[in-house]
């Protein structure tokens, strides 16, 4: 008998898509609006992985015309320093979006620090008023990650409408928009998570499946109903016996493959289209100044 495999949902292919798109539309409005768009990214400390993704989100900037106003702060940092430099950054003509790289130092509060951007600043999408704007079904910026995946499952003409589908996972960051997202689009949605008792049963239901725990293989094959489109936003580094380390997400995509009819791999899934969406959040705000 021939064995199914899984089609991949290749979220770097679009995230390319999207940035030519951009390039576009920041090349036709520079002239009118006399500036590129402008985003600031601000870290704190020397995190090794926030700072290969903060690099990562510069580089992206560079291709597609957006100027960068990232900046960098020692770990001492304190909480005033950097509430200073949002509130003057919020005032910035030249800043159409502001995001501050997490985790921060212990000592420094990643909520207080988000609530001083102005929302319509916030290229992240998770300022308070953004998030309720997604709940009420109202024009706003939307979570990166979750606007990711909704994007992807468009791209690949996805029906959602009438389908169950399992969000596993409950972050602020992408459980819950998540959820709130695949409502609006009409799913059956279902959000479980690590204490939820007999997880499969759950997972076994949905026709789309997003796993968003930060758990290394967590679904398994036999927790996928046969045919149905995985999603996984995990991104896990792990160390095998030979010392050598590797990204993988929270499902095991080599034997889930057979069972799934569309999945994004890890990496080259979800993770291209966060980034392409913070940048597409960034020129919606750019072009929103000028009622383009």
């Not at 972050?171 to 009409?186: C, N, Q, R, W």
């Not at 499969?200 to 758990?215: E, F, P, Y």
């Amino acid at each position: 008998m021939e064995t199914k495999t899984a089609k991949l949902l290749d979220g770097k292919a679009l995230a390319e898509k999207i940035h030519q798109e951009l390039s576009v539309r920041i090349t036709e409005s520079q002239a009118k609006i006399g500036r590129p768009p402008g985003l600031a990214v601000l870290m704190v400390g020397d995190n090794p992985a926030s700072a290969a993704y903060v690099r990562n989100k510069e580089r992206a900037c560079a291709k597609v015309g957006i100027s960068s106003f990232g900046k960098h702060f020692p770990a001492e940092t304190t909480q005033g320093e950097l509430e200073e430099v949002i509130a003057a950054l919020n005032q910035d003509e030249q800043v159409d979006g502001i995001l501050v790289q997490l985790p921060l130092p212990n000592h420094l509060d990643a909520v207080t620090l988000l609530h001083q951007i102005d929302p319509d600043k916030d290229a992240d999408g998770l300022h308070p008023v953004n998030l309720g704007r997604l709940v009420r079904g109202e024009a706003g910026l939307r979570s990166c990650t979750p606007a990711g995946v909704m994007r992807l499952l468009q791209e690949y003409k996805i029906p959602l409408r009438g389908k169950q589908a399992v969000v596993v996972g409950r972050s602020i960051l992408v459980g819950k928009p998540m959820a709130l997202m695949l409502l609006e689009a009409d799913a059956t949605v279902t959000i479980a998570h690590s204490r939820s008792p007999n997880l499969s049963a759950i997972t076994k239901n949905a026709d789309i499946l997003i796993a968003a725990v930060g758990r290394p293989g967590l679904i398994a094959a036999d927790m996928v109903k046969p045919g149905a489109v995985v999603v996984d936003v995990g991104m896990n580094r792990i160390t095998d016996a030979s010392g050598k380390s590797r990204l993988v997400g929270d499902v095991e995509l080599e034997s889930t493959t057979g069972v799934a009819e569309f999945i994004t791999p890890v990496p080259g899934g979800v993770g291209p289209m966060t980034v392409a969406l913070l940048l597409q959040n960034t020129v919606a705000s750019y072009l929103k100044k000028v009622g383009s």
